[in-house]
Structures are given as structure tokens and as C-alpha cells.
């Protein structure tokens, strides 16, 4: 409900209607008198001017924030927009403006009904002030979406929010690992009872609810079996859920449990905010656009992740019952899945960038030199693949500033 643009506007909607008629009647029964300079008719055509403004002020406000929000996503990337559409800031200042709208519409059509003219002092108090918070909803509204659309902030964005997905999908001990990976080997050869397959539309994997499967997997002592990855997008009719155990779980309940949508999401699928942040980095390095800084930046973010992911136990996610009991088993990307993701694209599009090229040996060295060995592997082919990639790209004579590791690309090499 809160990802949705409707929910809040529809509360402010009934808020609006209930406060206007209630103070309407209120002023009607009690009435209060301020001043000498308003009278019936004035109350009349100031709250009818509020109205007919507020509806061309929402129409003018809505243009704004859709072209700032088209530009946003053509300078970062498409995955983008969903993250505009759901700000919360844009819900309630649409919201405020709307009912700002609604409560003069509705108090204008009150006043003066019936045979007695009154002044509805508090009815114009109410609408002043709701004209006061549209204007600061206006402004906020305006700071959150420019600061929004900074490359410093998306980016710093999607590695706070992939910090929390890390820590929900993967085990934060080796112990846990190593029950994950028994789990997932004793299923391997065992036939499922139940295949929940998904409708005859494909759609993508957004979110899985693990409590609720768990708990279900637990009255009925099964295991359930996640077969795509989240993120994967799965065909029409392509399975979805495999059931081990003495008896077939309710479709419908288990169907529930997995949300689908039309396009990956940061809920559940930690490669994905590596994805967005590979998206920003390449789409920079594109010829129409030509900003190596900006790639630059997504790769600060980058690392700050595979460091963050390296010290998970990255391995098959496995979610137990409140008695410790295996109860769902689901893919989750490895190591070296990461590295690929974080580094190969921006390596090809790249490797021709003197910023990108030290950046990403600044990178490298620094992982290769910090990690564990166990993650050293995959680092170092990386490493020798962005040589073959610089040597490809920049010639022989201009090659050699193009190998330095340097942390702002071209800034300060190591003393």
C-alpha cells in the first residue's frame, strides 16, 4: 500500500471531506466573527478561488515533477523510476494539494445553503492553513526531488538499501552456511511431491514472504524449494515452487507467499542494487553522454558492496522454522557472481577511460590486498583481465598513466 500512489491520497481525500463538512456545520451552528471586512459572499469567492488555483497549481506541479523525473531516469537509468514513483515525499505533497482542492470545492458548495448566510471563519482559518502546508509541501517537494536526481545521492541511496538486503538474504555465520549448503545438497536428489508452477502470463520474481512459507512449510513438516532466483523472470507456465515432504501444501496460500512483478526489485534481491549501480556507471560511459566521473562514483559505491558482501557467507539461502528446522531453500548469488556483475560490463565499456582504468585497479588492489584468500581468486582475474582490456584499448605509448591505481580516477596517484 505504501509503494502505491493512492492509498495516502485517498486517506487525505476522506480527511479533506470529513474536515470540511464538519466545520462547515460547525460555523453554521456557532458561528465566530473575526472582523467586519468578510462577509458571506467574500468567504464565497476566496474559498472558490483556493479551489480553481489549487486544481491548476496540481496539474503545473505534476508536469514539474514528471519531467524532472524523465530526465532523472535517462540520465541514470530506466530501473530507476520506480524509485521516483514511490517517494514519499511526492505521496503526500500530491496529497496535500488534492485535499487542499477537495476542502475548498466541497466548503464552497456549503456556504450559503439553505435560507441563513453565514461566515465560515473557521472553514477559511482551516483552508489557510491548508494553503500554508501545500506551500511547504511545494518546496520540499522540489529540494527532495533535485537532491534526488544528485548521482552522489542515487548512488549513496542504493548502497545503504543494499546493506539491508545483504544482511536478510545471506547467513552471518560460517555455521549457518554450513546448514544451508547441507540443506541444499539433501534435496538434490529427491523427488517433489508438489510443483507449484506459475499462470500462463511470465513475470519476474520481486519478493519472497520466508516467514509465511516457513511457518506453512512447518504445520504441514515439509520443505519448500524456491526455483528461480529473486529477480529471475519466469515463462508462462514455468515452475516456481517444488514441496518435499508427506503431503501437498494449498496452492493458493503458497502462491500468495511469492510476489511477482513486472521488473526486479531492491526488496529481496541483493544483486540487483549492483545492477542499478552497473546500469548508472555504463550508461555514463556511453558516447552520447562521455562522463567518467560519474562512473567513477557508481565503482566508489561498488566496492563499498563486494566489501560488504565479502564478509557474508554467500551460499545457498536457506530459512528455518522457529525450532531450527530447514523449511525453505532458495538461490542466491555467490561470490564470484558479484564480481562479475560489479566489474565486467564497466571493464568493456570502460578499459578505453583513464579514470574508469585507475579507478578500477585502485579497486582491485585493494580488495585483492584486504580480503581473505578465499575471495583473492576471482579479484585476481579480474586484475589481469583489465590489463588485457587496457592494453587492448589505449596504445603502447600512452598505456602507462592508464595502469596506475588511483582512487578518484585522476587525482592523486599512490605516493
Same mark, same amino acid.
Not at 497549481?57 to 540520465?75: A, P
Given at each position: 500500500?505504501?509503494? &502505491?500512489?493512492?492509498?495516502?491520497?485517498?486517506?487525505?481525500?476522506?480527511?479533506?471531506?470529513?474536515?470540511?463538512?464538519?466545520?462547515?456545520?460547525?460555523?453554521?451552528?456557532?458561528?465566530? +466573527?473575526?472582523?467586519?471586512?468578510?462577509?458571506?459572499?467574500?468567504?464565497?469567492?476566496?474559498?472558490?478561488? /483556493?479551489?480553481?488555483?489549487?486544481?491548476?497549481?496540481? $496539474?503545473?506541479?505534476?508536469?514539474?515533477?514528471?519531467?524532472?523525473?524523465?530526465?532523472?531516469?535517462? +540520465?541514470?537509468?530506466?530501473?530507476?523510476?520506480?524509485?521516483?514513483?514511490?517517494?514519499?515525499?511526492?505521496?503526500? *505533497?500530491?496529497?496535500?494539494?488534492?485535499?487542499?482542492?477537495?476542502?475548498? @470545492?466541497?466548503?464552497?458548495?456549503?456556504?450559503?445553503?439553505?435560507?441563513?448566510?453565514?461566515?465560515?471563519?473557521?472553514?477559511?482559518? *482551516?483552508?489557510?492553513?491548508?494553503? /500554508?502546508?501545500?506551500?511547504?509541501?511545494?518546496?520540499?517537494?522540489?529540494?527532495?526531488?533535485?537532491?534526488?536526481?544528485?548521482? =552522489?545521492?542515487?548512488?549513496?541511496?542504493?548502497?545503504?538499501?543494499?546493506?539491508?538486503?545483504?544482511?536478510?538474504?545471506?547467513?552471518?555465520?560460517?555455521? $549457518?552456511?554450513?546448514?544451508? +549448503?547441507?540443506?541444499?545438497?539433501?534435496?538434490?536428489?529427491?523427488?517433489?511431491?508438489?510443483?507449484?508452477?506459475?499462470?500462463?502470463? $511470465?513475470?519476474?520474481?520481486?519478493?519472497?514472504?520466508?516467514?509465511?512459507?516457513?511457518?506453512?512449510?512447518?504445520?504441514?513438516?515439509?520443505?519448500?524449494?524456491?526455483?528461480?532466483?529473486?529477480?529471475?523472470?519466469?515463462?508462462?507456465?514455468?515452475?516456481?515452487?517444488?514441496?518435499?515432504?508427506?503431503?501437498?501444501?494449498?496452492?493458493?496460500?503458497?502462491?500468495?507467499?511469492?510476489?511477482?512483478?513486472?521488473?526486479?526489485?531492491?526488496?529481496?534481491?541483493?544483486?540487483?542494487?549492483?545492477?542499478?549501480?552497473?546500469?548508472?556507471?555504463?550508461?555514463? /560511459?556511453?558516447?552520447?553522454? %562521455?562522463?567518467?566521473?560519474?562512473?567513477?562514483?557508481?565503482?566508489?559505491?561498488?566496492?563499498?558492496?563486494?566489501?560488504?558482501?565479502?564478509?557474508?557467507?554467500? &551460499?545457498?539461502?536457506?530459512?528455518?522454522?522457529?525450532?531450527?528446522?530447514?523449511?525453505?531453500?532458495?538461490?542466491?548469488?555467490?561470490?564470484?557472481?558479484?564480481?562479475?556483475?560489479?566489474?565486467?560490463?564497466?571493464?568493456?565499456?570502460?578499459?578505453?577511460?583513464?579514470?574508469?582504468?585507475?579507478?578500477?585497479?585502485?579497486?582491485?588492489?585493494?580488495?585483492?590486498?584486504?580480503?581473505?584468500?578465499?575471495?583473492? =581468486?576471482?579479484?585476481?582475474?579480474?586484475?589481469?583481465?583489465? %590489463?588485457?582490456?587496457?592494453?587492448? *584499448?589505449?596504445?603502447?605509448?600512452?598505456?602507462?598513466? =592508464? @595502469?596506475? *591505481?588511483?582512487? +578518484?580516477?585522476?587525482?592523486?596517484?599512490?605516493?
Amino acid at each position: 500500500m505504501w509503494g &502505491s500512489l493512492w492509498f495516502v491520497p485517498s486517506l487525505y481525500v476522506v480527511g479533506a471531506l470529513a474536515l470540511s463538512v464538519g466545520l462547515v456545520r460547525w460555523d453554521d451552528a456557532d458561528p465566530i +466573527q473575526l472582523g467586519r471586512a468578510i462577509d458571506a459572499s467574500s468567504a464565497t469567492a476566496a474559498l472558490s478561488a /483556493l479551489g480553481s488555483g489549487m486544481l491548476a497549481f496540481t $496539474g503545473f506541479v505534476t508536469s514539474v515533477i514528471l519531467m524532472l523525473v524523465q530526465f532523472g531516469s535517462s +540520465q541514470f537509468s530506466p530501473r530507476f523510476v520506480a524509485r521516483f514513483r514511490r517517494s514519499r515525499t511526492l505521496m503526500f *505533497a500530491l496529497s496535500t494539494f488534492s485535499a487542499t482542492f477537495l476542502f475548498a @470545492l466541497v466548503s464552497t458548495a456549503q456556504i450559503g445553503r439553505g435560507d441563513a448566510a453565514f461566515v465560515p471563519t473557521r472553514t477559511l482559518i *482551516a483552508a489557510l492553513l491548508l494553503t /500554508l502546508l501545500s506551500i511547504l509541501m511545494f518546496l520540499l517537494l522540489i529540494n527532495s526531488t533535485s537532491n534526488e536526481l544528485r548521482v =552522489a545521492r542515487v548512488v549513496q541511496m542504493v548502497d545503504k538499501l543494499a546493506r539491508d538486503v545483504f544482511d536478510t538474504i545471506y547467513p552471518a555465520s560460517a555455521s $549457518g552456511a554450513a546448514a544451508e +549448503q547441507e540443506v541444499a545438497h539433501a534435496l538434490a536428489g529427491r523427488t517433489p511431491v508438489q510443483t507449484v508452477r506459475l499462470g500462463p502470463v $511470465g513475470r519476474v520474481v520481486v519478493a519472497v514472504d520466508q516467514g509465511g512459507i516457513a511457518n506453512l512449510a512447518r504445520k504441514h513438516d515439509a520443505v519448500v524449494e524456491l526455483v528461480p532466483a529473486i529477480g529471475d523472470h519466469v515463462p508462462g507456465r514455468g515452475k516456481l515452487l517444488n514441496v518435499y515432504g508427506a503431503q501437498v501444501l494449498p496452492e493458493r496460500r503458497l502462491r500468495r507467499y511469492v510476489a511477482m512483478g513486472d521488473e526486479r526489485t531492491l526488496d529481496d534481491d541483493p544483486a540487483f542494487a549492483i545492477r542499478m549501480l552497473v546500469d548508472v556507471a555504463i550508461k555514463a /560511459l556511453s558516447p552520447a553522454i %562521455n562522463d567518467p566521473t560519474t562512473a567513477v562514483q557508481s565503482l566508489d559505491r561498488i566496492e563499498d558492496l563486494l566489501r560488504y558482501a565479502a564478509a557474508k557467507h554467500l &551460499s545457498v539461502g536457506v530459512v528455518a522454522d522457529a525450532d531450527g528446522t530447514s523449511r525453505l531453500v532458495f538461490p542466491t548469488p555467490t561470490w564470484d557472481d558479484l564480481v562479475h556483475l560489479a566489474l565486467d560490463e564497466i571493464r568493456a565499456f570502460g578499459a578505453g577511460q583513464y579514470q574508469v582504468a585507475r579507478r578500477m585497479r585502485a579497486l582491485l588492489d585493494d580488495l585483492i590486498h584486504d580480503l581473505p584468500e578465499g575471495r583473492r =581468486a576471482v579479484l585476481q582475474r579480474q586484475s589481469d583481465l583489465l %590489463n588485457n582490456a587496457v592494453t587492448s *584499448a589505449i596504445t603502447a605509448g600512452q598505456r602507462a598513466d =592508464a @595502469l596506475v *591505481a588511483d582512487r +578518484q580516477g585522476i587525482g592523486m596517484a599512490p605516493r
